[in-house]
């Protein structure tokens, strides 16, 4: 999946981008470095996002270490539910595929 046809789906998700210039060809920030993390895999690829404080704070009733795993609300499971959702659509992909 391109950079494009992947932040289409993101928004579609209704995950938006927030750094300009994000996912272009060549943008470190884009994930297609390969010095980055999760590019490290076997098929050399991944996905990395960066949840803001307020962001993450939303999806908990009590945003504590402990806390955390008892708290999960409706924010929470929409947002890892959009998560597995795109996971999914990209391992459907005809290019999936480790030898």
């Given at each position: 999946?391109?950079?494009r046809p992947r932040r ?92």
């Amino acid at each position: 999946m391109t950079a494009r046809p992947r932040r289409r789906h993101w928004c579609a998700l209704g995950i938006r981008p927030c750094l300009p210039g994000a996912g272009s060809r060549g943008d470190r920030r884009g994930g297609d470095h390969v010095g980055n993390l999760c590019n490290r895999t076997m098929l050399g690829k991944g996905g990395q996002l960066e949840l803001t404080t307020e962001l993450r704070q939303s999806m908990f009733g009590s945003f504590t270490r402990l806390g955390r795993p008892k708290s999960t609300n409706d924010t929470f499971w929409r947002f890892t539910a959009a998560c597995r959702s795109a996971i999914a659509r990209l391992e459907a992909g005809p290019d999936q595929v480790i030898l």
